[in-house]
């Protein structure tokens, strides 16, 4: 009995790791939705109102050619508005299908029994590859990541796309471009309204630094008037503050103006669009695999896991050989924000001893050790930190 409660699957425990999987697909058919809303009203809104023209024109004695001029515009915009649909159904299409497999990846899970059924072996591959796309493309490795998903025939389970696109903006910000941002907040507006998110406001800020870095005072006024002015209410302090930059150059010392003309700006605003991106997709500003991880080596993590003299691949000197994850190279510092875990039971060694720099080791070992080093008779040696000591400064610890 207790051997089948230790290996029963928790399906629902998986599913915290799981949430990004269906969220982005929903968030990306609800903004279809809201465009494609958008534009019929729009499109609504001018041909209900050119056939009210036209018909009161042709009342009052327009010619006919006038009119079927009228009628022609007016059946050019609805097939505009077809073909948007008809994209926009065609990627609706695709999301509705990635969902659908999406669902029945997870469905697989609550069919599975147990942690020792092969089926669960199988699917835990699945979510791994999963994981090591998307941390493929949070790096910016999108060509390895597509590589990897049609190897492994993922690509309905990750995110490709909304990635690649992400990464692009990023990229063009931080090379001193804004135009690509742009357009994406135009495209995101609403979404961006309903967060009070100030990405297009800094956008544009950065515009007008650049106009006046460039001394184009004229334009950078004009710009100023136009997309930063009606920010006022929003951003009282930070106008106030560029509207003072007209008076300082790109290569003043002065505070904050100094700080505004600095490259690091750039980087600062793809920081913030990623930010952004993630928070209106409902995904973790964390790399999944990074999560996936944190939970494992908390479980293991220990105070002497962040020691200054925790392995000895850090330390010449010690002599001791550590197969502890956490105190690796590769997940130390993954592992150093992370609590540590909870022990209920303490183990210690027969007959410890505290030497003179604080650290404890049973007598047995502490002294094979340091006969196996070739010390003095009377000398000992720290394994862990090398140093070494007199025998006759060990102190006998005893435990209450």
Known sequence: MAENTTTKLNAESHLLLEQPLLRLPYELSRKNFKSLQRSFEREQSH????????????????SGSQTLSSLDNMISRMKGLKRKMEVLQEEEKIIQEHSCLRLQHLQDLYEIPSLADVKYDEWSRVRLNRLLVDYLLRSGYAESARALAREKGIEALVDLDVFVQCHRIEESLRNGKTAEGLAWCAEHKPMMKKT??????????????????????????QHAQRYI???TDSHFVEIHTAAALLAFPPDTTTEPYKSMYAPSRWSDLADLFIKTHHELF??????????????GLSALKTPSCHSAYASSSSNASSSTTTVCPICSTELNELARGLPYAH???SYVENDPVVLPNGRIYGRDRLMQMSAKVGLENGEVKDPTTGEIFEGTKIRKVYIS
């Open 196 to 221: 009070n998110n100030n990405l297009e406001f800094q956008l544009r800020l950065q515009q007008y630094i650049e106009l006046r870095r460039d001394e184009n005072l004229l334009a950078a006024r």
């Open 282 to 295: 409902s995904l973790p500003a964390r790399p999944l695999l990074h999560i996936a991880l944190s939970a």
């Open 47 to 62: 041909v209900l109102s050119a056939l009210k023209s036209t018909a009161n024109a042709a009342l009052s004695g327009q």
């Open 343 to 345: 022990h209920t039971k």
């Open 229 to 231: 002015a009606p920010h």
